[in-house]
C-alpha cells in the first residue's frame, strides 16, 4: 500500500479529529480540550508527546537532521455562524481560520509517519501550536525548547486559504517578504469623569480617543511611503459603561502591519507619539503597551525552490503554482523563519461559488473543503546550500475534496 492509499484510508479519521478541534474550540495560550485531545491521540499512535510550553510536541525517525512540521490549533473569540452540525456550541469561539484542519492534517502525519519510522533518514519534530492568532503561541514555544533537543535544522508549515481560492493552489514566495511583521498596541487613556450633563469639568477620554483614532490615520495617508505595504488597524475602542457617565478610562487596540523594516519602526514610534501628544493637548495622559511584535515572514529561498521542484513532480490532478504570494496579514511562524530556515504556504481551500463569499475570519466561514493528506514523500539534498544530506518528509495536503 503506497502513502496515498494509506491517507484515503484515514479519511474519516482525518475528519473527525478536525471535526472534534473545530466542535471544541478554543483561544490563546491555554486549549486545555484541544491540547488533551492532540496528546491523546499522538499516543494512540504510538508516539510518545510532551508539552512544551503552552504547546505539544514529538518526534519519531533516527538520529541526523531534524525537520519541523508545524500546526497551529486556536480559534477565535467570534460566534459562528455556519450552521454546521459541528458548530461549537459555546456561541463565542469560532475556528474561521482552519487551525483546526492544520492540526487534524498534522495528526494525520504523524500517524502514517509513525507507521514508516523505520524507512526514515533523520528525525520529524511535530508543533503543535497555541495562540497564533494573538501571536503568542511560537514565542512561547521557543523560550520553552521547541528548537532544541533535538535542535531544529529547518521547519516546515502550511496554512489553508478559504474564500474564492480554488483548491490545488499552492501559494508561495521565493524572494521576498511573504506576511507582514504585526506590532499589536493597546492605548490606555486616562481623562477625569464627570457627570454627563458638565462635561466642562471632566477631561473626557472618549474625545481623546477619538482625536488619537483620526490623527493615526495621517501616519498611514501622509507618512508612509506608498511603494511599501502598511496597514494601520484599530479594531477595539472601549469606554463608558452609561449614557450620562463621561467615563475615567478609553482604551484603543490595534495592530501595525508593513513588509518594511524601517517603515515598521517609523509607524511604531510615530504611533506612541501621536497618542502622547493628542492626550497631552486635552490634559489627559496615555499608557502604551505593546502586545505583540512580530517580524515579517520571510521564506528560505534555496529550501523554498527545493520544495516547489518537488511538488511540480506530484501527480495530483488541477495542482497549480502561484509565486510572489505576499500579503498584509501577519503570521508568528515567522518567529521560527527568522531563526532557523523554513517555507511557509498557502494552501488553497475555498469554493468558487457563494460560499467562497466567506472568507478567513468570517462567521459564516466553517463551510470549507477539507484537504486529506495525499502523499508523504521522502526528499533527499534538500538543503544543498549547507552541504548536507537531508531527507526531508512533506506532508502534502492534496485537492482531494469531501465537503464537511
Given at each position: 500500500m503506497n502513502d496515498y492509499q494509506r491517507a484515503c484510508e484515514l479519511k474519516e479519521e482525518t475528519i473527525a479529529n478536525r471535526r472534534y478541534i473545530h466542535e471544541h474550540a478554543e483561544v490563546g495560550l491555554e486549549l486545555p480540550q484541544t491540547r488533551a485531545y492532540v496528546m491523546e491521540k499522538l499516543k494512540e499512535?504510538?508516539?510518545?508527546?510532551?508539552?512544551?510550553?503552552?504547546?505539544?510536541?514529538?518526534?519519531?525517525?533516527?538520529?541526523?537532521?531534524?525537520?519541523?512540521?508545524?500546526?497551529?490549533?486556536?480559534?477565535?473569540?467570534?460566534?459562528?455562524?455556519?450552521?454546521?452540525?459541528?458548530a461549537c456550541k459555546d456561541g463565542i469561539h469560532n475556528h474561521a481560520c482552519g487551525h483546526d484542519f492544520h492540526a487534524a492534517m498534522l495528526l494525520t502525519a504523524a500517524k502514517i509517519l509513525k507507521e514508516k519510522e523505520n524507512e526514515l533518514e533523520g528525525t520529524v519534530k511535530f508543533m503543535f501550536q497555541p495562540a497564533e492568532e494573538t501571536f503568542e503561541g511560537s514565542r512561547?514555544?521557543?523560550?520553552?525548547?521547541?528548537?532544541?533537543?533535538?535542535?531544529?535544522?529547518?521547519?516546515?508549515?502550511?496554512?489553508?486559504?478559504?474564500?474564492?481560492?480554488?483548491?490545488?493552489?499552492?501559494?508561495?514566495?521565493?524572494?521576498?517578504?511573504?506576511?507582514?511583521?504585526?506590532?499589536?498596541?493597546?492605548?490606555?487613556?486616562?481623562?477625569?469623569?464627570?457627570?454627563?450633563?458638565?462635561?466642562?469639568?471632566?477631561?473626557?477620554?472618549?474625545?481623546?480617543?477619538?482625536?488619537?483614532?483620526?490623527?493615526?490615520?495621517?501616519?498611514?495617508?501622509?507618512?508612509?511611503?506608498?511603494?511599501?505595504?502598511?496597514?494601520l488597524t484599530i479594531g477595539q475602542f472601549a469606554a463608558g459603561s452609561a449614557p450620562n457617565i463621561i467615563p475615567e478610562i478609553a482604551v484603543l487596540q490595534g495592530t501595525i502591519r508593513t513588509n518594511d523594516k524601517g517603515a515598521r519602526e517609523l509607524l511604531v514610534?510615530?504611533?506612541?507619539?501621536?497618542?502622547?501628544?493628542?492626550?497631552?493637548?486635552?490634559?489627559?495622559?496615555?499608557?502604551?503597551?505593546?502586545?505583540?511584535?512580530?517580524?515579517?515572514?520571510?521564506?528560505?529561498?534555496?529550501?523554498?525552490?527545493?520544495?516547489?521542484?518537488?511538488?511540480?513532480?506530484?501527480?495530483?490532478?488541477?495542482?497549480?503554482?502561484?509565486?510572489?504570494?505576499?500579503?498584509?496579514?501577519?503570521?508568528?511562524?515567522?518567529?521560527?523563519?527568522?531563526?532557523?530556515?523554513?517555507?511557509?504556504?498557502?494552501?488553497?481551500?475555498?469554493?468558487l461559488d457563494e460560499r467562497g463569499d466567506y472568507g478567513a475570519h468570517n462567521p459564516n466561514s466553517g463551510s470549507y473543503i477539507i484537504l486529506l493528506l495525499n502523499e508523504i514523500l521522502l526528499i533527499s539534498r534538500i538543503f544543498s546550500k549547507l552541504g548536507l544530506e537531508f531527507p526531508v518528509l512533506i506532508t502534502w495536503e492534496s485537492v482531494m475534496i469531501l465537503p464537511v
Open positions: 499512535y504510538g508516539l510518545e508527546p510532551k508539552v512544551c510550553g503552552a504547546g505539544v510536541t514529538a518526534t519519531l525517525g533516527k538520529a541526523g537532521k531534524v525537520l519541523l512540521l508545524r500546526a497551529d490549533m486556536d480559534a477565535l473569540p467570534m460566534p459562528e455562524e455556519s450552521g454546521e452540525s459541528f512561547n514555544m521557543i523560550e520553552h525548547g521547541i528548537l532544541e533537543n533535538p535542535k531544529v535544522d529547518a521547519a516546515l508549515a502550511f496554512h489553508v486559504a478559504a474564500g474564492k481560492v480554488p483548491a490545488g493552489l499552492v501559494m508561495y514566495n521565493d524572494s521576498g517578504v511573504m506576511m507582514s511583521s504585526v506590532d499589536g498596541f493597546k492605548i490606555t487613556i486616562h481623562g477625569k469623569g464627570a457627570h454627563g450633563a458638565s462635561p466642562h469639568t471632566a477631561i473626557d477620554p472618549i474625545n481623546v480617543g477619538t482625536h488619537i483614532y483620526l490623527a493615526l490615520q495621517e501616519l498611514i495617508a501622509r507618512e508612509s511611503n506608498p511603494s511599501h505595504a502598511c496597514v514610534r510615530r504611533m506612541k507619539q501621536v497618542a502622547e501628544g493628542e492626550a497631552a493637548v486635552f490634559g489627559a495622559s496615555v499608557e502604551i503597551e505593546m502586545l505583540s511584535e512580530v517580524c515579517p515572514l520571510i521564506c528560505d529561498p534555496t529550501l523554498t525552490d527545493e520544495m516547489v521542484g518537488y511538488i511540480k513532480e506530484l501527480p495530483v490532478p488541477g495542482l497549480s503554482l502561484y509565486p510572489g504570494a505576499s500579503a498584509n496579514a501577519s503570521e508568528d511562524f515567522a518567529l521560527i523563519a527568522e531563526r532557523v530556515p523554513s517555507v511557509f504556504m498557502y494552501l488553497g481551500s475555498g469554493y
